[in-house]
């Protein structure tokens, strides 16, 4: 049957987060990023490219993730994303749902750690009907008695489910041990206790106090104006409350140092997940250390973890690391799956890895190759409007500046062999490796 | 991923595109304009036989190339199977004039990203570049599909690599296992029985010697297909193609699987996988359909808007009666590809709400099919699934690689580039008289397969029946 066998799982470099990724010269035209503000006074910024009939928009309210989720009621964040479509105003979840499919309106909610967000993809023609819809579902969802127990039942499945993978098991392991107590080490998608314990009152508690104007960024790209697009923002966002809810987390205090955590389960490939802290998105050596990580793990089949694990020694077919950057945490993290007979080669090579170049860095040629993918392969990546749109929300989210895509290619050109040497000795830590394991991993000695 | 979107999504996304970068979708869904036309290629063939198709997108200073060998997994020959994807991965391994695994170190280090793929009926191999590397990665896919040079010391490693990705994609997930024992359930000649990735025990004997004949054989000029698309016009990619492509000679002719028939199918079949590590049961079921490879665009078309109807999204008619009506099942849908060289299968997927036994969603489902059968679709329901599909041609435009693989699999699944760009205008023309012959055509339950996952049998059951068995008692196996 149809089916699709891939030679690498590209993996998105953080793509949760405005990314490492890095741009090349564009064309002025082509990325004119025009702020916007509307009558009623939201801002939002915008490219306009009428080629296509269609336009996306996209937005994120800041403290609405799921990291901010009570105490015993987790995965509420994820359980709006998955409820506000279902019926708002007048229409009820069918009516909703109808609107959406027959214009073939894509509106898409997610609550990721730190914050809340969603996408709106349409053909021009519907930009009115688009905003009216996105108005209600973020001010007058109904949280009618069927669809929530349709939406719950879906979601207590979704529970039971995610322990059948295996790296679903492995990480959610890691980040116990990395983060302790801290929120962002709890099951931020909720539990079997958890999600029956989230009341309908919780619900609209969270929509009255997470969307609000303050904490809301917003872009848009295509086939749109600027007019249009400030009619969109005051239809969709006008009447939302202008303050939200002010709670914020702690920074985390990242543990789990040296730790090995082996979960037993029978199959035959076992998945690791590895790593340890790192820096957030703002640190000034954020650009060298995704070049040194991009030597290490995070340039899919050219780095040296896929070198020597996958290419040299057939051990794994995907093996990479990757900067995680959270609000108040930073990570440096991978995966690899190996058979259960020959996993502890591939955890000793990482290791040995990760020493070696703590140690003596990267090269000048991997420094020059590095940023020569860097600069050059972000634009490659902005093919479409959504992830033009995400891109535009990312940058404001993270206060880059809106001459940001203009800057960035000075800013990775900026740093220096010396730069990325010191950056991997304090950044890259192999004592401080935390791995969890699930399978049979034979030869690999847990430490708790 | 949301589990809404996850439960409304089509099911098996992981069976269309594995990984993160992935083909959204071979459905040709395509343009609503005032020309029925899509995309626009613009094409030339050289004299040694390669197709080009040039897709202009000028949105940003980018370029797609995608090259397209018309030979997949069910061209494996009999007893090797997994080897088209084995050779995919050795097409990175070298040739004369690049070391082994440098392709990409290039490609990146020139701002690019490349990746490949395997399909059934189709190798693709393809890189996104900034424009001014194009005529780079032309040179480099050229010498390639010439000058393959693979040492031993590296086809080794790579077999273990493509073990370990078996192991990865399907002996780690029982829903997979499933799938796979499906597959060679519903097809009973055809090679679509054959995982893409090959079956273990044979994956594990091929030689490079296999895949050096495999590719003697396949990877030549008159065998394949350049896609290349973005900011770039016919006139400026023909001269590269005419250099970089142009010496490379002709291979032999190659005649597809032209005499590969199923025969009838007169029984249904039915596959059960119990594992101790499922722990939500889902039910599917596969039916034998026709194809636009087969030459049965009009059937394909009238399915196209069914699978629509039937079972994509929450306002679909198995959505509503099992979901929200009757509250049988957590999620269900359906999945059709007409874009297939053969015979291809018009698919059901469910999962039950918790208590709900798989024989009680069974007989919801055949009850649904069978109202279909007996009354049809409504104009309003074909109407609007219409609007659906070929709105979806303008969301489709909004990247690089829809087009590009649209044009792609048309071409290595028997079609021509008129089929992708009179597509809409065919959409338009199904009619719900169609849609009902399709159906009845399609929906024979002797022409299919039902699999089922559930989890491991408790140990009490199952002891009960093996001694309810032993002294041949038929008084109930206990609850």
């Known amino acids: 049957m149809i089916a699709i066998v891939e030679r690498a799982m590209n993996v998105r470099l953080g793509v949760l987060v405005l990314c490492s990724v890095i741009l090349l010269a564009l064309p002025a035209q082509a990325m004119r990023i025009k702020v916007v503000t509307s009558p009623k006074g939201i801002t939002g910024w915008l490219i306009e490219s009428p080629t296509v009939p269609l336009f996306s928009l996209s937005f994120t309210f800041r403290g609405g993730g799921a990291a901010l989720d009570p105490a015993g009621k987790e995965g509420l964040a994820d359980f709006i994303s998955s409820l506000l479509d279902e019926g708002a105003g007048s229409l009820d979840a069918q009516a909703f749902q109808a609107k959406l499919e027959n214009n073939s309106i894509r509106m898409r909610f997610s609550a990721g750690a730190d914050y809340f967000s969603g996408s709106i993809r349409a053909l021009t023609e519907y930009q009115s009907l688009a905003g009216d819809l996105l108005h209600m579902a973020l001010t007058q969802p109904r949280f009618d008695a069927e669809p929530v127990a349709r939406i719950r039942a879906q979601y207590l499945s979704s529970v039971r489910r995610r322990v059948e993978r295996p790296g679903y098991s492995a990480r959610r392991a890691w980040k116990r041990a990395i983060f302790k107590d801290h929120a962002y080490g709890r099951d931020l998608d909720g539990t079997k206790a958890s999600f029956k314990a989230i009341v309908v009152g919780d619900l609209k508690k969270f929509v009255a106090t997470r969307f609000a104007r303050d904490k809301l960024i917003v872009a848009a790209v295509g086939d749109i104006s600027e007019t249009e697009f400030g009619q969109m923002m005051d239809r969709a966002f006008g009447d939302l409350p202008a303050h939200g809810a002010t709670k914020t987390l702690p920074e985390a205090k990242i543990s789990g140092a040296g730790k090995v955590i082996v979960t037993e389960r029978d199959i035959p490939q076992s998945v690791a997940v590895f790593g340890h802290g790192g820096i957030k998105r703002d640190h000034p050596d954020y650009y060298a250390a995704t070049m040194v990580n991009y030597v290490l793990g995070g340039g899919g089949l050219t780095s040296r973890l896929a070198t020597e694990i996958r290419e040299k020694r057939g051990l794994a077919y995907s093996v990479y690391s990757r900067l995680v950057t959270m609000k108040h945490a930073g990570l440096i993290t991978g995966r690899v799956a190996t058979a259960n007979a020959r996993i502890a080669e591939s955890i000793a090579l990482i290791r040995e890895q990760w020493a070696k170049i703590a140690k003596f860095g990267i090269t000048a040629e991997e420094l020059r190759d590095t940023k020569s993918y860097l600069t050059g392969s972000f634009f490659t990546r902005l093919n479409s409007t959504r992830r033009v749109a995400g891109l535009l929300v990312s940058i404001q989210l993270h206060g880059m500046g809106i001459d940001y895509l203009e800057r960035r290619n000075q800013l990775i050109n900026a740093v220096s062999l010396d730069d990325v040497r010191r950056v991997a000795r304090q950044l890259f830590k192999p004592e401080d490796l935390t791995f969890s394991i699930v399978g049979r991993p034979k030869g690999v000695k847990p430490r708790p | ?479």
């Open chain 2, 1 to 479: 991923m949301k589990v809404i979107d996850f439960f409304k999504a089509k099911p098996r996304l992981w069976r269309r595109f594995l990984g993160v970068c992935a083909f959204a979708g071979f459905s040709l869904i395509l343009a609503l304009g005032a020309r029925a036309a899509v995309f626009n290629p613009k094409t030339f063939t050289l004299n040694n036989g390669l197709k080009v198709v040039v897709i202009e997108n000028h949105r940003m200073p980018v370029v797609r190339q995608m090259l397209f060998y018309r030979v997949g997994s069910a061209d494996d020959p009999p007893g090797k199977s997994g080897l088209a994807h084995y050779l995919e991965h050795l097409m990175f391994k070298g040739t004369k004039t690049t070391k082994p695994n440098e392709f990409s170190k290039i490609v990146a280090r020139n701002g690019g990203r490349d990746n490949a793929f395997t399909s059934s009926d189709a190798t693709g191999y393809y890189q996104t570049v900034a424009r001014d590397r194009l005529e780079l990665v032309m040179r480099m896919e050229a010498d390639r599909m010439a000058n393959l040079v693979v040492d031993p010391k590296e086809a080794a490693p790579e077999l273990k690599v493509v073990v370990e990705e078996r192991r990865s994609r399907t002996d780690n997930r029982p829903a997979a296992q499933l799938e796979e024992q499906m597959a060679a359930a519903l097809f009973l000649i055809y090679p679509y029985r054959i995982p893409i990735i090959g079956w273990k025990h044979e994956l594990e004997k091929l030689t490079l010697a296999d895949a050096m004949g495999f590719y003697r054989k396949y990877y030549a000029p008159n065998n394949a297909v350049l896609v290349v698309t973005g900011d770039i016009t016919i006139d400026q990619v023909r001269p590269l193609a005419v250099k970089y492509y142009g010496p490379i000679p002709r291979g032999p002719k190659i005649t597809r699987r032209s005499n590969l028939m199923e025969p009838p199918q007169r029984a249904a079949r039915r596959v059960v996988l119990r594992s101790k590590r499922v722990r939500e049961p889902r039910w599917y079921r596969d039916y034998v359909a026709p194809s636009r490879g087969q030459g049965h665009g009009r059937l394909a078309d009238a399915l196209e808007v069914l699978d629509v109807i039937l079972g994509t999204g929450a306002t679909s008619r198995l959505y509503r009666a099992l979901v929200i009506e009757k509250k049988l099942a957590l999620s269900v849908g359906s999945y059709y590809d007409a874009d297939m060289l053969g015979p291809t299968s018009f698919g059901i997927y469910a999962r039950p709400k918790q208590g709900v036994t798989w024989e009680v969603l069974e007989a919801a489902i055949e009850a649904e099919l069978a109202k279909l059968l007996d009354h049809g679709v409504t104009e309003a329901e074909v109407k609007a699934a219409k609007k659906r599909l070929l709105a979806g041609a303008i969301f489709a435009r909004d990247s690089l690689r829809r087009g590009a693989s649209a044009i792609g699999t048309a071409l290595t699944t028997g079609q021509t580039i008129n089929d992708v760009e009179n597509w809409p205008d065919q959409i338009k023309k199904v009619t719900p008289g169609e849609i009902l012959k399709a159906a009845q055509e399609v929906f024979r339950v002797e022409r299919s397969v039902t699999g089922l996952l559930l989890p491991a049998e408790e140990a009490g059951a199952a002891a009960k029946k093996r001694a309810a068995k032993a002294d041949g008692s038929h008084k109930g196996e206990g609850k």
